[in-house]
């Protein structure tokens, strides 16, 4: 996966703080980085070390949380543990392995499930990675009748 540029600004009530998840998480190709390791940039709990000189990739990158007031402050991605972004049609959420269960935990599941609902109709889908796993959310209605 590759860190996608996010279209929007962030809400002007929402901010990083101390997190430093998207430095962690996900696999940067132009740096060479892998999945669920630091950036070698990245002071843990403080941020970015090279900030005012940081990658114009890094300067466009926000996470769903920051942009998107229909997710609720239990998406920070300090208390989820977990990053969501859109690639496309893909829904991507990554988990902090240090909490590798907290996507199955509520309330987040169901809304997992919901997001896959809503977004298949427009060929769209949710993938959590968790550690090694990953998996395809299925959708609300058919998860229910199973
Ligand atoms: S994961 Fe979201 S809230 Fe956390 S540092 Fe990245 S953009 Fe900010
Ligand atoms: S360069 Fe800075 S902002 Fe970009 S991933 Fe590394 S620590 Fe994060």
């Known amino acids: 996966m590759t860190v996608a540029p996010a279209p929007a600004l962030p809400l002007p009530n929402r901010a990083c703080g101390t997190c430093t998840l998207c430095c962690r998480l996900p696999e940067i190709e132009e ?13 843990e709990g403080r941020g970015c070390a090279i900030y005012t000189d940081r990658p ?3 300067r466009d990158f926000l996470c769903q949380w920051m942009t998107d007031e229909t997710l609720g402050l239990e998406w920070e991605p300090s208390i989820s ?29 169901t ?18 990675f968790a550690g090694d796993d990953v998996t395809k959310i299925r959708p609300l209605a ?3 009748h199973s």
């Open 111 to 128: 809304q997992l499930r919901r997001w896959a609902a809503e977004s298949m109709h427009d060929g769209g889908y949710v993938i959590v």
């Open 56 to 58: 114009q990739l890094c």
């Open 142 to 144: 058919e998860a229910n």
């Open 81 to 109: 543990n977990m990053m969501v972004y859109r690639q496309g049609q893909q829904i991507t959420v990554l988990v902090d392995p240090d909490h590798a269960a907290t996507w199955i935990r509520e309330p987040y599941l």
């Open 31 to 43: 740096f060479d980085k892998p999945a669920n390791a630091w950036c070698e940039n990245c002071v």
